[in-house]
């Protein structure tokens, strides 16, 4: 796993010699280490801007204007977030201010720019002070980030338009250009490599040997502990040596920040005994590397009134240790590289009538999205900026076609030779179509779909196409042919590959988080051949409808990580 990720809250220290942290504080650090700073994978992006062409306003001189910036939330509402200096006598302004903001591959950032032309009378006013109600607008735009950061250049050019209004109705008028540049803020690319092992660790379990694990925290200035990586749990295992972490250097502060390392024992009820830990900053870390001399756990323990640090013989070992540039997501974008969508429903009978309220395929009339439909759109609303032609391979799974057999893997648009739509209306459309010239049947069958997706992504990496392919699959049930998946599953982590799996409806799920490798336990096949990576991710749909986290940041949090494990063991760089 490896995982890395910033800004999380919570203490994750124990105290005394049976001291736990509970399931519902590791899952939460889960949450934020899959949806946050990943292998330097959240970015600091820093835009710059340049207009030309702008509109004249000024009688006795040229326009003096003034960039706006401005995000649009998930709920509509716009927010004010940044303005540029004031450019003097300037139709082609270049201003110098720049804006910064953190890149989220998961979710779609919809900015708006608005030009204004400050009055004279305003001009000795603090830009932070001038209300831009009292200024004459030159223009507006908007785009998502997504859209300037996959540019090979890293630079979008939009048109300024102004909204005219007349009694009979509203038009826009063109008025200039405006330039967008973003450049990723090179800090985010120092990563420091590190092999952590430990030896001789203490038993928790009276049966049977530990199931340890790791999590490194930083310490911030109020003596608050914020995870930022986890390891894998390594089964039965009391001198365990876990995968490479990668801590981003910018991510914990600097070499010099203090850092925490805890080491648990895995219980399946959420209640994880702390083992022991060490405090030590990423210079302390590597000075152990070079002395090859392990560091003593302690355990903080309860004696009287005063909590003591229990010296303890298990040692902690830096087996490896390096410092390197790695490339990042965005690289990889700027070096031309595409996000493929692809997407599975499943037509299945237990799905109910689709004529009827209670189907999960029910089509309602006031346009209400039902889950599928939701599943589809908010995933391929934030993947399409990625794909370049934006034709998208639709199937079908477990229905029967008008005068044919049950087909496991179907063309949603209905053709014989072609699965490909354009675009997510083109699948919205297909999938509509296809409720009305199909008849659901079954069995819930993966193995079909994913062989298919495979066989795409092996045929691309065959052509050396630089693409990596996203195959999101929509179910109501429990998969059937559970091995034949895994099977295909295993397969597939050779190929620039990812899964994501969407459990709709009101079935028990349990048995479908066995294909995601999050709990540490890579897939095996039915040979024993071990998934060389995870390259699914499951969300049932009902643990985040309504919550703070949409399903597109719960499904899309861990593709970029699995995206650069491909890449990174593969020694695949970037062209740029």
Known sequence: ??????????????????????????????????????????????????????????????????????????????????????????????????????????????????????????????????????????????????????????????????????????????????TVHAEE??????????????????????????????????????????????????????????????????????????????????????????????????????????????????????VGHDCENKILKSKLFVEKFSETIQHTFLDYLAGGFELNFMVAIDFTASNGNPRLPDSLHYIDPSGRQNAYQKAIYEVGEVLQFYDTDKCFPAWGFGARPIDGPVSHCFNLNGSNNYCKVEGIRGIMMAYTSALFNVSLAGPTLFGHVINKAALIASQSLADEAQKYFVLLIITDGVVTDLQETKDALVKASDLPLSILIVGVGGADFKEMEILDADKGERLESSTRRVASRDIVQFVPFRDVQGGEVSIVQALLAELPTQFLTYMRSRDIKPRI
């Not at 925290?217 to 914020?226: A, H, Q, T, W």
């Open 185 to 302: 803020c090179f800090s985010s690319r120092t990563t420091a490599e590190m092999m952590l092992s430990c030896l001789d660790l203490e038993s928790k379990d009276l049966f049977s040997k530990c199931d340890p694990f790791l999590v490194i925290s930083k310490l911030v200035e109020s003596g608050i502990s914020i995870p930022v990586c986890k390891t894998e749990i390594l089964k039965n295992d009391h001198n365990p040596t876990w995968k490479p972490v990668f801590l981003n250097i910018q991510q914990v502060g600097s070499k010099d920040s203090p850092l925490v390392i805890e080491c648990f024992n895995f219980n399946s009820n959420g209640k994880h005994d702390l083992i022991g830990k060490v405090q030590k900053s990423l210079a302390d870390l590597e000075k152990i590397h070079s002395g090859r001399e392990g560091e003593n756990l302690f355990l903080p323990t309860l």
């Open 1 to 178: 796993m490896g995982n890395c990720c910033s800004d999380v809250g919570g203490r994750m220290a124990a105290v005394g010699g049976t001291a736990a942290i509970t399931g519902n504080q590791i899952d939460a650090a889960d949450m934020y280490l899959k949806s946050r700073d990943i292998h330097g994978i959240l970015s600091q992006i820093e835009l710059s801007f340049s207009a030309t062409n702008l509109r004249d306003r000024d009688v006795f001189s040229k326009s003096d204007p003034m960039l706006v910036v401005y995000i649009k939330e998930r709920d509509g509402a716009v927010i004010e977030v940044f303005r540029t200096e004031v450019v003097l006598n300037s139709l082609n302004p270049t201003w110098i201010k720049k804006y910064t903001i953190a890149y989220h591959f998961e979710v779609v950032q919809t900015l708006l720019f608005h030009v204004f032309d400050v009055d004279t009378q305003f001009l000795n006013i603090e830009v932070k002070m001038l209300k831009v109600e009292e200024q004459q607008s030159l223009g507006e735009a908007s785009c998502a980030l997504s859209e300037i950061v996959t540019k090979p250049n890293r630079s979008l050019t939009l048109d300024l338009v102004r909204r005219v209004e007349s009694v009979s109705s509203t038009h826009s008028q063109h008025h200039g250009k405006l």
